[in-house]
Antibody
């Protein structure tokens, strides 16, 4: 049974960089799309981006200048960095494993990231 | 971006009764292989979303068979045959065919 465990700083200062990592336990990267989703407070869910096992990425156009999604295959981890954060980036961030059809059956536990000075 | 529109926004339900939620997309989500790329998730407070339905009609193992869905290329309707108290939460549809993948605004299901 594949499980995702995520970690990272819960408080980030404005203009600094948000960094989150998702560990993949009980499975490999091959054949899946590794995805980041965020839940903005008072709003719904927003797709942030994804990376496949070859390292090819897709990111939300509104974030792509600030987002990097990367893979560390030997460590069975993938990561999200978001630069120049503002209060609007405050959200619960989830990592998830996507199928080739992009539905998401497996999720991490979520990390609340607050952008505040 | 593809816009996903859910209705209703709020759905009070009675245990034992059926319920349904509709999701419409601004473009067709039917691919060349005939797959309809609507997916349904249920999010409970403080929890990650849970996949209920994928490709508008398939149910992952472990999801009760009271959850079913069907639709065409621009709509998919989730139906709960007999609502249980544990079904409360926010239901989201999502499309995974075109990037950026987009979610509906959510339907809050509560017990009357």
């Amino acid at each position: 049974q594949v499980q995702l465990q995520q970690w990272g700083a819960g408080l980030v200062r404005p203009s600094e960089t948000l960094s989150l990592t998702c560990g993949v336990y009980g499975g490999s990267f091959t054949g899946y799309n590794w995805t980041w989703i965020r839940h903005l407070p008072g709003k719904g869910l927003e797709w942030v981006g994804e990376i496949n096992h070859h390292g090819a990425t897709n990111c939300h156009p509104s974030l792509e200048k600030r987002v990097t999604i990367s893979l560390d295959t030997p460590k069975n981890q993938f990561s999200l960095t978001l630069t120049s954060v503002t209060a609007a980036d405050t959200a619960v961030y989830y990592c998830a494993r996507g199928s080739r059809f992009r539905f998401l059956p497996i999720w991490g536990q979520g990390t609340l990231v607050t952008v505040s000075s | 971006d593809i816009v996903m529109t859910q209705s209703p926004l709020f759905l009070p339900v009675t245990p034992g009764e059926p319920a349904s939620i509709s999701c419409r997309s601004s473009q067709t989500l039917l691919d060349s292989e005939g797959y309809n790329h609507f997916n349904w998730y249920l999010q409970k407070p403080g929890r990650a979303p849970q996949l209920l339905i994928y490709l508008c009609s398939s149910r992952p193992s472990g999801v009760p068979d009271r959850f079913r869905a069907s639709g065409s290329g621009t709509e998919c309707t989730l139906k709960i045959s007999t609502v249980e108290a544990d079904d409360v939460g926010i239901y989201y549809c999502m499309q995974g065919l075109h990037t950026p993948h987009t979610f509906g605004g959510g339907t809050t299901v509560e017990i009357k």
